[in-house]
């Protein structure tokens, strides 16, 4: 195998963010008597993942990020409303119970963990990951999380990686691989490291070849034929 190692990221390489964040936010918000539908739903994954790319260009930081997405959400959706602090920490407190995998990721990592040493790297929330994993048996796969909330850095940062590369054991840098969703987070991140990486993009959505990537995958399996040259 040309790689011994895996950095790979979780939210949309191994969870189902999508059907996490939906169930968390209709919970959320009916637990405060607000109103829940698809559209609402959509307008807050919108206002979220915008959130989550200026925090990844560190132009806001987690604690704002955490608030602001609500404060838009009721500004654009339920005016009036006032307890947008105690919404985001219900909205937390639930997404930390859900642990929705992808299809196919537990078999995936079963799979790939007999011959890789597998890391978990994300920006997610220390009490969000950590409730999630350990609601799984993907964790007797996985040899150690690296959240961005406990360590105090944000992938893209090279730090995050200088950071998991000192801490793991491969220090090869030509045996480790960055698989993840994101261009500019886990690819880019992998890049500011100087590690090869590796997009897993199901819906083949993205043309290759790119800049940020060295492999594209559709399937996470296909890292075994990524790894065999």
């Not at 799979?111 to 997610?124: A, E, H, M, P, V």
């Not at 993840?180 to 590690?195: E, I, K, P, T, Y």
Request: hydrophobic share 35%; net charge negative.
């Amino acid at each position: 195998m040309k790689y011994t190692t895996l950095l790979m990221d979780a939210d949309e390489t191994i969870f189902d963010f999508g059907k996490c964040e939906y169930q968390a936010l209709k919970e959320a918000l009916e637990y405060h008597g607000l109103e829940f539908s698809d559209e609402i739903c959509e307008s807050f994954s919108t206002i979220n993942t915008k959130l989550w790319k200026e925090f990844e260009m560190s132009h806001i930081t987690r604690s704002e990020l955490r608030v602001q997405r609500f404060r838009e959400l009721i500004e654009k959706c339920f005016e009036g409303f006032e307890n947008t602090e105690i919404l985001a920490d219900t909205y937390v407190d639930r997404l930390s119970e859900q642990a929705i995998l992808i299809d196919g990721a537990q078999e995936a990592l079963e799979r790939l963990s007999q011959s890789f040493d597998i890391y978990i790297i994300t920006n997610g929330l220390k009490k969000v990951q950590r409730g999630r994993f350990a609601k799984t048996d993907i964790t007797d796969y996985i040899k150690k999380l690296y959240i961005s909330d406990e360590i105090g850095m944000n992938k893209p940062d090279k730090k995050f990686f200088d950071y998991v590369l000192e801490d793991i054991p491969e220090k090869d840098k030509s045996k480790i691989l960055v698989v993840g969703d994101s261009l500019s987070s886990d690819m880019q991140g992998g890049r500011n490291a100087g590690l090869d990486t590796c997009v897993y993009d199901p819906a083949n959505r993205i043309s290759m070849p790119n800049e940020l990537c060295d492999y594209h995958i559709t399937g996470l399996t296909q890292i075994f034929s990524v790894a065999e040259g």
